[in-house]
């Protein structure tokens, strides 16, 4: 309960403040290329129940049909706007709505596509016992995915072998411990992160 009450309140102040940014960051998307302002992308969430995730658009309209994973900083399915939007994770504010409306958290395993959930252990889907959130522990060891992925020569199988489970296994470590105050901390550590 603590701990949706600080997701509500915190989402809600954040929406206020980034009100402005939201708008120009909307704006410049709009401008750079045809599309929506918004990628909406359906992903598993609590107890293995569907929603819609949020994100600002970064690639061209119907990118998503020529693979889920996003290969390299400079993938070609990715708008120039969208290059600078993902590298300073910006195209991720939309998902404090998320937060706000309860399908998410601030904190919790990132949420992942039907596609890689059906690949899960017995044990491997004990994450989906608490709400995925827009940052982890997990997210922070590999913020460069993209660069990790595109020196492989198959960075589908790559991502299912090598990156998944060791997410999973960082996130099921974080389940067993959880708290208000660690989760602050991982808040923390994500901004370091990004400012690096």
């Known amino acids: 309960m603590i701990k949706r009450i600080f997701d509500f309140v915190f989402s809600l102040v954040v929406l206020l403040l980034i009100f402005p940014v939201l708008i120009l960051v909307s704006f410049l998307i709009i401008m750079n290329s045809k599309g929506g302002v918004f990628y909406k992308q359906i992903r598993v969430g609590r107890y293995s129940k569907d929603f819609k995730i949020l994100k600002f658009r970064t690639m061209h309209v119907n990118a998503d049909k020529m693979g889920l994973l996003t290969v390299g900083g400079r993938d070609s399915r990715i708008t120039k706007i969208g290059y600078y939007l993902r590298k300073y994770k910006l195209d991720e504010l939309p998902q404090l709505i998320n937060v706000f409306i309860g399908n998410m958290s601030f904190v919790g395993p990132r949420p992942e596509v039907r596609k890689y959930v059906k690949l899960y252990s017995d044990e491997q889907v004990k994450v989906l016992n608490v709400k995925p959130g827009i940052t982890d522990l997990a997210s922070i060891e590999f913020r460069n995915e993209n660069e990790l992925l595109s020196n ?27 708290n208000l105050v660690k989760d602050v901390g991982v808040i923390v550590k994500t901004f370091k992160a990004i400012l690096k």
């Open 152 to 178: 492989q020569k198959d960075p589908n199988q790559y991502y299912i072998d090598v990156i998944m489970p060791h997410k999973l296994k960082i996130n099921l470590k974080y389940i067993e411990n959880r």
